[in-house]
């Protein structure tokens, strides 16, 4: 179910990183960036990776010095995959960390926000993140959502969705390839009353958008451009 790309490319994890803080946000410990007073939050959903990524907590950031109050929860509660552990590959991994389990945990947090006067909210989901974030897409808890290389997103998911959605493909990805994103988007053009956004980046693997190189250049620039489609999604339908 879950390919080898899932794995490629793995962040050297920093508690440190970002210039935000953690903190406790509806029994999770949550990466916090951004005025506590914006009254639109962004929810983001990481990999398997989980919230301690530098250049995903470096993503919530920009998200945040966009006017965002965002919000990147530690749905993996401090158990992160680790490649090299060949006791416990992926596939028994992520028996202790389904996407079920992920979207019953964003209702106390969107509880939290809420409480604290948030009056809109968008989610993304990165990898294993977007199956979570397509839940919510679903359920209709959220305003908008973006699916970034998503993995374990089905056709029926995408009919399911209730809120504007965008999806972010790569050329290069076995979990989400080219092929069925482009059945996500004729789903969406197709759907009455919701708007969707799907585009597919040439030359780019399952991951790029948060697990680039930060040396290349090349990788940069097309993690960046995925970042401010994402960021224009949320501007126009977070408000």
Known sequence: MSGPQCCEHPPSLNPNSGS?????????????A???????????????????????????????AA???????DF???????????????????????????????????????????????????CWGAKVVVELAKSGYIQAAVLLHPSFVSLDDIKGVKVPTAVLGA????????????????????KPGVDGFVKIFPGVAHGWTVRYNAEDAGAVKCAEEAHQDMLGWFSKYVK
Not at 171 to 190: C, G, N, R, Y
Request: aromatic content about 10%.
């Open 20 to 32: 935000g803080h953690v903190e406790q946000l509806g029994g999770l410990s949550c990466y916090i």
């Open 34 to 64: 951004g005025s506590p007073h914006s009254k639109l939050a962004i929810l983001l959903v990481s990999d398997i990776y989980g919230y301690e990524a530098p250049n995903f907590r470096k993503l919530a950031d920009k998200v945040a």
């Open 67 to 73: 006017g965002f109050y965002v919000v990147a929860p």
């Open 76 to 126: 993996l509660y401090g158990d992160p995959y680790v490649p090299d552990k060949a006791e416990r590959p992926l596939p028994v991994w992520i028996k202790d960390h389904g996407m079920d389990k992920g979207f019953e945990d964003t209702k106390p947090v969107i509880e939290a926000l809420k409480s604290k006067g948030v009056s809109a909210i968008g989610a993304a989901g990165f």
């Open 171 to 190: 050329e290069i990805d076995q979990m989400s390839p080219p092929a069925l994103v482009k059945q996500f988007e004729e789903i969406l053009t197709a």
